[in-house]
């Protein structure tokens, strides 16, 4: 599954997910075959939380709707939305 590491913790991704800014919609890829496009066709999504899921379209188009989430001791953290973002698309 795609993580991401910050600040020496292992985040797992839960969620791949993104909002169209052009038509505010938001869709998710929920397994590794599920591709799916907005209203506008502008921006698209795949692969599900596997390993090499993609985001189709223009970074400045899109909104980071993705979780990821980290077991620390016996609770759950939620990665920061901000850091997520600046992963991905680096
Ligand atoms: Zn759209």
Redesign the pocket.
């Known amino acids: 599954m795609p993580s991401i590491v910050y600040a020496g913790v292992k985040y797992t991704q839960t969620r791949h997910a993104i909002q169209?800014?052009?038509?505010?919609?938001t869709i998710e890829s929920k397994y590794i075959h599920d591709l799916k496009?907005?209203?506008?066709?502008?921006?698209g999504i795949d692969g599900g939380i596997s390993d090499g899921n993609r985001i189709l379209?223009n970074q400045s188009?899109i909104e980071d709707r993705s979780m990821y989430c980290a077991i620390v001791g016996k609770k759950k953290i939620w990665l920061p939305h901000h850091m997520e973002s600046y992963q991905r698309f680096v």
């Open positions: 169209c800014k052009k038509c505010l919609e496009y907005c209203t506008c066709g502008a921006v379209g188009d």
